[in-house]
T-cell receptor, first 118, second 113 residues
């Protein structure tokens, strides 16, 4: 059974703290993603990684950084948490499939981390 | 840029009612289209997909047809169940290699017994 796991389901942090959200997948997928989910806005892509140590900014990267030292693990870092980063954070992974020009690769999602910044 | 617009919810239906959730998109090129579902307390999971115009995706009694002429991908089900209560997201493939997704805002579906 394929699996994407996230380190915490619920997290409460203080403004200014450094926060680490961890994601691990067991499917040997090349691609990994971090999204935030907010009511009325759907999912918005924060960062994307297509290989170890490779990353690409998504639509809302400000205030976030990422790390991918191993293929199975993708970390999202909030350098100095702020109240407007209170949200649900979802990690996903997908295969590179048949190659870079293959236009469809299903993304598999973790259960999410609900982060509250006070 | 690419974008997805979904009908606003929540949508509240009685069991066995017919369901339609509208989805329209704006995109360059020929994206693939998807419906994902999020059950309470869980992450998203793929419900169905269509990769080219006139394709019909189907799964668990849900269907959606890729309509290029109306840039739409409406989700339908003939008879909903209480267990279908969830949030439904329409999405399209994006990015240089099509391996990113652009999501709509999501539509909450509530089915009453």
């Amino acid at each position: 059974d394929v699996k994407v796991t996230q380190s915490s389901r619920y997290l409460v942090k203080r403004t200014g703290e450094k926060v680490f959200l961890e994601c691990v997948q067991d499917m040997d997928h090349e691609n990994m993603f971090w999204y935030r989910q907010d009511p009325g806005l759907g999912l918005r892509l924060i960062y994307f990684s297509y290989d170890v140590k490779m990353k690409e900014k998504g639509d809302i990267p400000e205030g976030y950084s990422v790390s991918r030292e191993k293929k199975e693990r993708f970390s999202l870092i909030l350098e100095s948490a702020s109240t407007n980063q209170t949200s649900m954070y979802l990690c996903a992974s997908s295969s590179a499939g048949l190659g870079p020009h293959y236009s469809y690769n299903e993304q598999f999602f973790g259960p999410g981390t609900r982060l509250t910044v006070l | 840029g690419n974008s997805v617009t979904q009908m606003e919810g929540p949508v509240t239906l009685s069991e066995e009612a017919f369901l339609t959730i509208n989805c329209t998109y704006t995109a360059t090129g020929y994206p693939s289209l998807f419906w994902y579902v999020q059950y309470p307390g869980e992450g998203l999971q793929l419900l169905l997909k269509a990769t080219k115009a006139d394709d019909k995706g189907s799964n668990k009694g849900f269907e959606a047809t890729y309509r290029k002429e109306t840039t739409s991908f409406h989700l339908e089900k003939g008879s909903v169940q209480v267990s279908d209560s969830a949030v439904y997201f329409c999405a399209l493939s994006s990015g240089k290699y099509g391996n990113k997704l652009v999501f709509g805002a999501g539509t909450i579906l509530r089915v009453k017994s």
